[in-house]
DNA sequence: GATGAATGAGCATTCATTCAT
DNA sequence: GATGAATGAATGCTCATTCAT
């Protein structure tokens, strides 16, 4: 087995683990065994347990990153819908096959220590950037409302989260396409029937 | 001081330790040497560390619970939107008085334990729960759009949880009406602008 | 038993077990086995294995600071030469009644590291400048023969060192008075017959 | 590059390494990436770590045994004092040129444990017996006065022991040949001068 | 012979909890 | 009831040595 592929196994060991027991909870013994390696060995790829786990947050965090493009507006196929929930299927099917990863991001690495606390927030400030940029030029074009595209972008990133965190780790079932296409229809339109949509938000 | 004096000012000092440094890096020296009492003291009052940390968890998941008041939707003053808006705001100001607590339940209570976890998804899905009865009391009155009323109840869980944690724990500073407006307008009509809004949201 | 006696107790446990084996084979469950004390309470008392080691030395070197006494060379008794031995039986005395602490100083804390070995350099630094102080007094008294001063100290120091560790650690069984006596005999006058000594030491 | 030449460097990057860090401080790894071989090949050549340690302390004692060559005290040059100004010397020069093992042998050797400790003190007592026996032969003539020679023998070797610690370890700046005059005159004489010399020390 | 990845025994320290006073 | 000294189980990490290639 060469470098990379023990690397790499030791890294799936570990992902399993902390995602089962949480970061305190998991043994460096717990991480070994499971990788079938000797406990020494483990300190030669990573430096220490810490490490390991901020490796998988991190390169979890890159693949999420990488599954969100910015939308173009411009007409034609396809439209600024599709390409939104391209977006959100695209990050809803990575939540999905990567529950355990998911279960650290939301779960398991909350709160840990202050660090970790300033980097997560800061993956998911480049988050809501995003959005909020999306935001803004749908402003710019007047496609969406006067609004803090700030805060809005915050509250649909929260949307989001709760939505993920309950498909992919507690155990809420629904239909891929079916929670794609409502959380877009809320995001674009929110709750309210048709005749009281403008009337009542005004208010 | 009486019994239930000193218990309040050791809760009191756990809860400021327990936020400050989490539930792992607060020691039950911190704690006892902050409410200035000996450690055995500790013991007299609560089982365990655990036990107060699931006793300030507690107690302030029943007041974000009193917080919330079923929305009436008979016509007359208060609104319904005004109903919903005071809900916003009660909890807001809730989560502004007890930024300490707000950081308990959104970071440090965050994967503990698997019973912790439990009790918390207990809590969110109560809250997600009532805001589905709302809406699905609003989808009877036709004021609510048909959706996927469970689904829509925990985007907006997720908004609230977030916005909220921005403004109590990570330093987003927003006024208060402009937050409860600007969620409320999102939560009732979407992020987009009048003429596209049935249009691109049937697409 | 009151917290002085049982620190006392730590450290005569710890002084024997170091004494034993040498700082790095002495482990601290040696030391709380010899004490009768639990493992935690060691660290009541003693921030690591450590800070007792070095404050076993430091006490040790205190006390043989104050065995010795500034020579007094005005006329009269005590003279000088029994004011030299009063100092060399002291610090023998000591040597003898402290021999677990003499291997310690003499050996175990040897090249530990090179904080602990500035520590015992100047500590000898001390010593000899002491010595050296009397050397400059006996030769502005014309008491001392013109030499460097310095050098002599050290190598007053260095005989007296070896001397020591071998009474009192390597066995080497010797009439304590015989000791001092051959001891000050050298020191003052060499190892030369009276016929040869100022003809070959002026060669 | 034969295998002696091989044996031979990672000696003295054993000896530098250990002259630095001390024997603890000291690992395996480090005298590898001195000597620029594998961690493997290093127990190709030698046991183990202690092996190379004491190899090194060995064939050093074997130089030193070396310098000191017996005083032959009959007459003519070179006299006695010469011989013995030439044994200080060669010992003296041979600390200066290998001052990292001196190091090893007067600081990071000691204590170690018990079975190099007993190395150790053979190695003295060899030396010390070799002092001892010229100061009998001294005797024997009536050069030296009636004293205890291995008393003496301890002393002087412990005054050399410090000297040349002193000078090539401790950075303590001297001449060279100031420092075997000075030495000497003092073993022979003492520090007295010259009306007091014979009065004071039989006192 | 040379390599260096793998091994696993070994240990200081922490801290929640207890209990004698 | 209050105290705080004592407890001891629990664990991340190091590093000398081995051995398959």
Known sequence: MDREARRRSILAAARDVFSDKGYHAAKVEDIVSRAGIARGTFYLYFTDKRAIFEELLDSFTVRIYDAVKVVDPREGPPSVFDQLAANVGRVLDLALAERGLVKLLLTHAVGLDPTLDAKL?????????QIERSLARGQAMRLVRPCDARMLALAL?????????????????????RLIDELLRFSLGGVLAEPYARHTAVA
Chains 1, 2, 3, 4 share one sequence.
């Open 121 to 129: 927030l800061a993956f998911y400030d480049e988050l809501a950037t």
């Open 157 to 177: 990133l929260g949307a989001m989260k709760e939505l993920i965190y309950r498909t992919a780790v507690a155990g809420y079932d629904v239909d891929r396409q």
